[in-house]
């Protein structure tokens, strides 16, 4: 059950994360194209950019959300509520994170000129969007759980008592 649970907190916390960048983008508020920017990473081009970054968003969007899950079993989160909370908090920590690389790594070496400047406002719609992103993946585990059933560690409770 777990990986189906991961492919579904990935995508839809990272179609929560699409949308939120898109609309900061389009408001003009900063530029947050992220789809573009990761696809010309591949790509080396804006024009061609999109379904190269469309992919790798969502691939790493899956990948991230087996942590985000691991870290919500860890915790046993007893309600929706809670959920939400630690999804918005991991998505806090890592769009920090994720700003503070781009700002400093990313940036200036893109191959595309319009992505070479991130300034704090390009930081912070990075931040709304993995927040964005967390709500996503917390949603899901509030929904479907985190993978862990109770029957599983029953029966393995049970078999290391017998040990």
Known sequence: ??????????IVGTSFMTAT???IHRSGWANADMTRALGSLITRRYEN???????????GGIVFAVFYLLVMRTLNLESMGTALAVGAALGTFHGAAMSFILMALVAETHPVER????????GAAHIAGHIAYGLGVGLVAGLLGTGQSEPMSALVRVWLSMG
């Open 49 to 59: 950019s999109f379904l190269p970054g469309l992919a790798l968003h969502f691939g």
């Open 21 to 23: 960048m898109w609309f």
């Open 115 to 122: 992505f070479r400047t991130a300034g704090v406002d390009v």
């Open 1 to 10: 059950m777990f990986p189906l649970i991961v492919i579904v907190a990935g």
